[in-house]
């Protein structure tokens, strides 16, 4: 007869439970720790411990938060929680961007759906309503940052629309202004007529754009070379309207160029018999193409440098436009596409300006900030520049230097807000020189000063910073920092006062910066100066300009904050944007960058590496993964995805984190269950510890110091890998399964149990640390479920000290080959129940032949436990043909056999002993347990 003995069975114990239910709970942890001040009770006890200052890049206040935001800002968490674990006070203020056109923009929609003029609200009303637009949304936002699980100061964010932050932007740009880098110069802008300001690079959008295309003859009027007389030299424009502030015409030095006479033509060409052309050799046939010429004949070849001292007539000479057009060299110029000649129209594009700069040319100022020609522009004045390439090709035809017209469809600048097309136009605008106090070279340096991950953010931010013009920081709007500065109304130079600029200062800090805006300029300026003199500058400052300066009043003045930070960490677009401002901000007042280092992650598409967006509805919003799976799947997949590249996500990705999941939550749960009722008391000596178990303590060893090389270069990709690998391969699969029978049916007392118990006391400690940085709530969760406690929480732990001596590589060399072994073993058995000659592994005892020094690794090892079967003989002899094999495991062969002798009715091995003793169902060791320890 058989005995019931299932209780006096070991089983695990837990209520931790399997399904984890996180869109209902992971809002419940939240509540908790802010009801027992994790924030503060981290910030108190890590006071005082190596500081580590990741400094936010401030997320724009104007919506919903989007995956993109969820990515960056899990990520900036995982670094923050894994640095304060690792011990160190890893204090995070998070921010956000308020100023700028995006809100403004916003305001004026409402406007114009309610019917309302912008211009006819005060302007302080105006900001009023961008201010409350702003605060709205960094609530909406702080609430789904926080609903992420991310930890930081949400109860003193900073903003860049604090009263005290914007004194401090504008301390900031008075620190350019008294050292003379800050000047007010005439420049080409990317400009939005739509909007009418100009734009920052970040702001311009390039999309496709079709374009009226001309072949103009500037006719030669004067020159060195004989062979250009009477020959007209031929530009390519996409732009005609630009031909109104064209001053000169660019050649490339290095090029070859032909004097061509046409002696041929088709009957619509506006090329005549007998005219000489001058064009760039290579570009020779396409342009007599386009001009429908059929026949020419080559006068002569000339190279660039031919063309100096050459003045050509402007095509519309005799029109108003009688000024002379030199050719000058430009290195900008290609043989790639048009004639070989390109038109210069300093005004109106960023080397024009710079060429006719060189060659001491005027940059008229012919288009108007809505677009429209000035009143001086003759033929056009009035007209728009998008309804001027007609009448400008018209005009050109009209005097005949029309030679050909086309279409073309190409990359064109447009507005990222409004999508209209941009132009370039010459306005008075605020520049901080790039020249001025070595700026370009001190940041240069600092570039070389700061770490980059990946390494090659260095040679991107490098190379922009080597060729970038200087900052533009002023922009015609209103909701911003004002661009705090007084001109001198005769000379046009700003004053430079140290003592007008605090006044200033103190006022916007006492105020807010509207009141710059409503002051009386004597409040300022009086008593040193004459407020009538001074014009007070009505612009305001980019936002580049507010988030590049937050170093300066986020860090800088808070000792337990400091500067410069250990970290700026955003997406990769920030080189040309927060990367680079926060730098040029930073060198040019303080001479060095804000960080120490910069981290960049990649962007995220859909699951078929599709860019996101609402048309094509491939988008995965963050909101609704928190709501379906939890945030906690969100996180996972952040720490699962290599961020050096761009990211994917969508459905199946989702379903895999889940499945991912479970499977770390499982071996939680397991923990949890085995280490029921486990006390100090029953910790076994180091001495004790059998070689399987030193063998799980080497790994957590390996695991630890990849953790920890994981936090250095902020790989946790590689960490979390390793770490899940090692939950279900190592664990689950292995040591668990294993250590099954001697949890569940050894005796308590016995050492075996006792050191699989000690082991998995050490393993709970471990994982539950190392996933917290991560699954901040899940950890959390398995933590308290051990160790129950009002208040305490598992992100108040640092990580685990791992002892040197876990560290045992020669036994891990040879388990790696008892582990081959057992491969071989587990595929032979399941083929055998999968023929149903036997139940569970536990009826058999295979032979397994193997070489000697494979047999050598089992040395002291029982290798029946490792098998889970109830016996196994080890013959170093070589395979059976009819032997189980596995082709990665060479000369390693197991004939299953069946274990003789009786089932134990207890622990089910199947041993000849069974029967022997009494009660006669079982075996020794559980005849022994079920006598000696009651349960
Ligand atoms: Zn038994």
Redesign the pocket.
């Given at each position: 007869m058989s005995g019931d003995y299932r209780s006096t069975v070991f089983l695990p114990r837990t209520e931790f439970p399997m399904k984890a239910g996180l869109p209902a709970r992971e809002p419940e942890w939240i509540a908790r720790w802010d009801r027992i001040g994790l924030w503060r009770r981290l910030r108190e006890q890590s006071r005082g411990r190596e500081k580590f200052i990741l400094h936010d890049g401030p997320p724009y206040a104007n919506g919903n938060i989007h995956i993109g935001h969820a990515l960056n800002k899990i990520l900036k968490d995982v670094v923050n929680r894994t640095q304060q674990m690792l011990g160190r006070d890893a204090n995070y203020v998070p921010g956000w961007d308020c100023h700028g056109l995006p809100i403004e923009w916003k305001i004026e929609e409402r406007y114009r759906e309610a019917g309302k003029d912008k211009d006819a609200v005060p302007v302080l009303d105006f900001r009023a309503e961008c201010r409350a637009f702003a605060a709205h949304w960094i609530e909406v936002q702080k609430g789904e940052f926080k609903r992420l699980g991310v930890l930081g100061d949400w109860d003193a964010p900073y903003t860049t629309m604090d009263h005290g932050a914007e004194a401090a932007i504008v301390a900031e740009l008075g620190k350019f202004l008294l050292d003379g880098g800050l000047y007010k110069g005439m420049k080409p802008v990317l400009w939005s007529v739509v909007e009418k300001t100009a734009l920052a690079e970040a702001e311009v959008e390039y999309e496709d754009h079709t374009s009226t295309t001309v072949w103009v003859r500037f006719p030669v009027i004067s020159t060195a070379a004989p062979e250009l007389e009477a020959a007209s030299v031929v530009i390519w424009t996409t732009t005609p309207w630009t031909l109104p502030g064209n001053r000169a015409v660019a050649y490339g030095e290095g090029m070859d160029y032909v004097v061509v006479q046409v002696t041929a033509t088709d009957a619509d060409s506006l090329a005549r018999d007998g005219e000489r052309l001058v064009v760039a050799e290579a570009l020779l046939g396409d342009t007599l193409s386009a001009a429908g010429v059929t026949g020419h004949e080559v006068r002569c070849r000339l190279e660039g440098r031919d063309f100096a001292r050459t003045v050509l007539a402007h095509p519309l000479r005799g029109r108003g436009y009688d000024f002379d057009v030199p050719l000058l060299p430009g290195h900008h110029v290609t043989e790639d596409q048009g004639t070989g000649f390109v038109h210069i129209a300093p005004g109106h594009g960023a080397e024009d300006f710079e060429i006719g700069r060189r060659a001491g040319l005027e940059t008229p100022e012919t288009v108007g900030p809505d677009g429209v020609f000035a009143d001086h522009v003759p033929l056009f004045a009035g007209r728009h520049v998008f309804e001027a390439d007609g009448p400008v090709v018209e005009a050109l035809a009209d005097t005949g230097r029309l030679l050909a017209r086309g279409r073309l469809v190409h990359s064109y600048p447009h507005s990222w807000r409004s999508k209209a097309p941009l132009i370039f136009r010459a306005t008075p605008q605020w520049f901080i020189s790039m020249e001025a106090n070595g700026l370009r070279d001190k940041a240069l340096a600092a570039i070389d000063a700061t770490r980059f991950v990946p390494p090659q953010g260095r040679n991107r931010l490098r190379a922009m910073v080597e060729t970038r013009p200087d900052w533009c920081v002023s922009r015609q709007r209103a909701w911003g920092v004002p661009i705090a500065v007084f001109v001198d109304k005769e000379t046009g130079e700003p004053l430079r006062d140290a003592a007008v600029m605090a006044r200033v200062v103190e006022a916007v800090k006492a105020e807010g910066a509207d009141v710059w805006f409503t002051a009386d300029p004597a409040r300022f300026l009086a008593p040193e100066h004459d407020p009538a003199r001074f014009e007070k500058v009505a612009d305001i400052l980019d936002v580049w300009f507010d988030s590049g300066s937050t170093h300066a009043f986020v860090l800088e003045p808070r000792a337990d904050l400091g500067a410069p930070a250990d970290l700026y960490l955003e997406g990769s677009d920030q080189h040309r944007g927060w990367f680079q401002s926060s730098l040029l901000e930073a060198c040019g007042t303080r001479g060095a960058a804000p960080y120490r280092a910069v981290l960049t992650h990649g962007f995220i598409n859909d699951e078929s590496g599709r860019k996101m967006s609402k048309s094509l509805g491939n988008a995965t919003a963050p909101q609704e993964v928190a709501d379906e799976h939890g945030a906690e799947i969100l996180r996972l997949w952040v720490v699962g995805s290599d961020y050096t590249e761009d990211l994917r996500v969508g459905p199946e990705i989702i379903r895999y984190q889940v499945d991912t999941y479970r499977r770390l939550r499982n071996t939680l749960r397991y923990l949890l269950g085995a280490l029921d009722g486990f006390a100090a008391a029953e910790r076994a000596a180091p001495a004790a510890i059998p070689e399987l178990e030193r063998w799980v303590l080497h790994r957590l060893f390996e695991l630890d110091r990849l953790l920890r090389r994981s936090a250095e270069d902020c790989d946790f990709h590689r960490f979390y890998s390793a770490l899940h690998n090692f939950c279900a391969v190592d664990l689950s699969a292995f040591y668990f399964d294993i250590r099954k029978d001697a949890l569940y049916?050894d005796a308590p007392a016995s050492p075996r149990r006792r050191a699989a118990r000690t082991v998995l006391d050490h393993l709970f400690h471990c994982l539950t640390a190392w996933l917290a940085p991560a699954l901040c709530f899940t950890a959390e969760e398995a933590w308290l479920a051990r160790f129950p406690s009002e208040d305490d929480s598992v992100h108040l732990r640092t990580f685990p000290e791992v002892p040197e001596d876990w560290e045992d590589a020669a036994l891990a060399r040879r388990w790696e080959r008892v582990r081959d072994v057992r491969r071989v073993v587990t595929g032979a058995l399941e083929v055998e129940r999968a023929e149903k000659r036997i139940g569970s592994s536990l009826q058999a005892s295979p032979a397994v032949y193997l070489p000697a020094e494979a047999l050598a690794a089992f040395d002291g090892l029982d290798a029946a436990e490792l098998f889970i079967t109830s016996g196994a003989r080890l013959l170093a002899e070589a395979p059976p043909a009819d032997a189980f094999t596995l082709a990665d495991v060479p000369e390693v062969g197991v004939v299953p056999e069946p274990a003789r002798g009786t089932k134990?009715a207890?622990?089910w091995?199947v041993l000849e002993e069974v029967g022997a003793g009494d009660p006669g169902d079982?075996?020794g060791?559980?005849a022994e347990v079920v006598a000696g320890e009651p349960v």
């Open positions: 049916c134990c207890r622990c091995r079982l075996c060791r559980c």
